[in-house]
């Protein structure tokens, strides 16, 4: 299974930076790093790329094509089963995420999807069968309505909303993810 978001990189790459996904490829093999962490930080640091297409090309350089895989997977399960209603959340809040930039990294975990950019910036976690668990990070932000204080959720997140219809996916929460994304 193909993930969108990965498609969409792999086609901006050479718009954005001037080189195909094989150029960049073989840049990351020749600086010698054999850790996907030391390429990312090589391409980074050396080249200019941004978290996001670092990571892109160290997986693809480390020949780790089979992650990709991995990481959708990872998102189905958390989505199978009680939790299936749910993934019409997740789905509505990734579109709106991938269109705040193309460095935006989606790390899924085993019971939740990180949201990276230089850092990450929030967390997307199916909670219970009935409920979407958003994690941001908006320090400084006073909690108010359904941005509540992160509380026991997630050290990682300042800020959390809770959600449990696609309707509540609306322009304000979209707002403070674009906050999160900003400061990240």
């Known amino acids: 299974m193909s993930d969108p ?5 792999i086609a901006n790459l050479q718009e954005k930076t001037g080189k195909t996904l094989a150029q960049w490829v073989a840049l990351a093999q020749a600086s010698g790093a054999d850790k996907h962490g030391a390429m990312v930080k090589h391409l980074k640091g050396e080249h200019g ?3 996001g297409y670092a990571n892109l090309v160290a997986h693809e ?3 780790s094509a089979a992650a990709h895989a991995d990481e959708a997977d990872l998102v189905a399960q958390q989505y199978a089963g ?3 209603g749910l993934k019409p959340i997740y789905d509505q809040l990734i579109r709106a995420i991938q269109g705040f930039g193309s460095d935006v990294e989606l ?13 990450q ?27 509540e204080a992160s ?7 300042s800020h959390r909303v809770r959600l449990s219809s696609p309707d509540e996916v609306t322009p304000e929460l979209i707002d403070w993810l674009r906050q999160a994304y900003d400061v990240a």
Do not use: W
């Open 5 to 9: 978001a990965v498609e969409k990189m």
């Open 49 to 51: 790329l941004t978290h």
């Open 61 to 63: 350089a480390l020949q």
């Open 82 to 84: 009680k939790k299936a």
């Open 107 to 119: 790390a899924p975990k085993k019971a939740y999807v990180s949201l990276r950019r230089s850092k």
């Open 121 to 147: 910036f929030g967390l997307i976690q199916p909670s219970t069968a009935s409920r979407v668990d958003l994690g941001l990070n908006l320090k400084g932000v006073e909690p108010e309505g359904a941005l």
């Open 151 to 157: 509380g026991s959720f997630n050290a990682m997140c």
